[in-house]
C-alpha cells in the first residue's frame, strides 16, 4: 500500500470504496459491491462484457480466505507476544 501511494500519490485507504469494502463480513458482501462497480463502468462506457464478472468471483473468494486466514495468523502472533 505504501508503495503504490508512493509512486501514485493517492492514499487507496482514503477511496470511498475501500471504507464500503472494509465493512463487508463476507465474500457475498464484497462480490455484490464489486459487481456494482463494474455495472457503473459497464454504463460508462456503454458496454455490456462478462469478462469481468467471470473471474471476479473466484477472485473474491480466493482473496477473502488468504485474508481470513492471514488475519488468524496476526491474530495468534499478537497473543503470543
Same mark, same amino acid.
Given at each position: 500500500? /505504501?508503495?503504490?501511494? /508512493? ?5 487507496? #485507504? +482514503?477511496?470511498?470504496?475501500? +471504507?464500503?469494502?472494509? +465493512? ?9 459491491? #464489486?459487481? !456494482? !462497480? ?17 473471474? #471476479? ?7 477473502? +480466505? #488468504? ?15
Amino acid at each position: 500500500m /505504501k508503495t503504490y501511494e /508512493k509512486r501514485t500519490k493517492k492514499d487507496l #485507504l +482514503a477511496h470511498p470504496l475501500a +471504507a464500503r469494502l472494509e +465493512a463487508c463480513d463476507s465474500p457475498g458482501a464484497i462480490l455484490s459491491i #464489486l459487481q !456494482q !462497480q463494474v455495472q457503473e463502468l459497464e454504463r460508462s462506457i456503454g458496454s455490456s462484457d462478462d469478462k469481468w464478472t467471470k473471474w #471476479l468471483d473466484p477472485t473474491v473468494n480466493v482473496l477473502y +480466505a #488468504l485474508s481470513a486466514t492471514l488475519g488468524e495468523g496476526v491474530g495468534l502472533v499478537r497473543l503470543g507476544t
